[in-house]
């Protein structure tokens, strides 16, 4: 006789059999692995029968129903009652055109909005990273505290941020400038050396058309270019001697910048 999966009570286990059965939930439960309580197992049947049903009806229902050729006929559904509310198909393109116009004009007042803060913020950047960076290196070099907007303003045609960090560039505002080795990018240091010898009148020594003027061998005046005695191309010992007499701080700066 094949042996009952769940038992009511233990008197209903046969004593030979007695160790098979395990008690569970108030009741006595055959142990072995791989068995499913029958009216369990008839639910999930039933239920997988409903599934399979439900599927099939789906199947049946929209079969040859392509989805795409769905949503076009509901967009075409709308327009036709838009049209049933008065408006022509010229009349819904029209509406549609001006929505866009009106989202595109709030974006670019946005845009407008956000573009100004770049720009300010960028020039506030600029006048800390390159101003105060020019100010700091040509101070050293004995600065005129009136020459400050000058030499900022000649800094400015030189030098742009790049990616945050002072980049000096020629005259085209592309080609990078280079320092002395020819090799790596004029730094802001570099630069100011270059203006004590081009721009003598916008440093405390070159004050006047007197012996700066005189010591680089020319007619005077203070606002005009010395020639760097000290450089390659306008090396000239007699014109180094007499700057070094009459102007040794000058000299010194020439001396370095070179």
């Known amino acids: 006789m094949p042996l009952k999966y769940k038992?009511?009570?233990r008197e209903e286990i046969p004593a030979e059999h007695a160790a098979l059965y395990i008690e569970r939930d108030g009741a006595f439960y055959l142990d072995a692995e791989g068995v499913?309580?029958?009216?369990?197992?008839?639910?999930?049947?039933n239920h997988n029968i409903e599934l399979r049903k439900q599927i099939e009806d789906f199947t049946t229902r929209f079969?040859?129903?392509d989805p795409d050729e769905v949503r076009r006929l509901a967009e075409e559904k709308r327009k036709l009652e838009l049209q049933a509310q008065g408006h022509k198909p010229e009349e819904i393109e029209k509406i549609v055109v001006d929505r866009v116009k009106g989202l595109k004009?709030?974006?670019?007042?946005q845009l407008f909005t956000v573009t100004g803060e770049r720009d300010s913020l960028t020039t506030r950047l600029t006048a800390i990273q390159i101003d105060q960076g020019v100010i700091t290196a040509a101070t050293k070099r004995g600065l005129r505290p009136t020459a400050i907007p000058?030499?900022?303003s000649r800094a400015r045609t030189v030098f742009k941020l790049v990616n945050g960090a002072p980049q000096a560039f020629e005259a085209d505002g592309k080609t990078i400038r280079y320092g002395r080795d020819g090799v790596t990018p004029m730094t802001l240091e570099e630069w100011v050396d270059a203006q004590v010898s081009d721009a003598p009148h916008l440093f405390e020594s070159n004050a006047g058309g007197g012996a700066a003027g005189n010591g680089a061998g020319g007619t005077g005046g203070s606002?005009?270019?010395?020639?760097?005695p000290f450089r390659k191309e306008t090396w000239n010992l007699t014109e180094q001697m007499k700057l070094q007499k009459t102007?040794?701080?000058?000299?010194?700066?020439m001396k370095a910048a070179a």
């Open 7 to 9: 038992l009511k009570s």
């Open 36 to 45: 499913t309580e029958k009216a369990k197992a008839d639910e999930m049947r």
């Open 63 to 65: 079969e040859g129903i």
């Open 105 to 109: 004009a709030d974006w670019d007042k």
């Open 150 to 152: 000058d030499i900022t």
């Open 223 to 228: 606002s005009r270019s010395v020639k760097n």
């Open 247 to 253: 102007d040794p701080g000058l000299a010194a700066r």
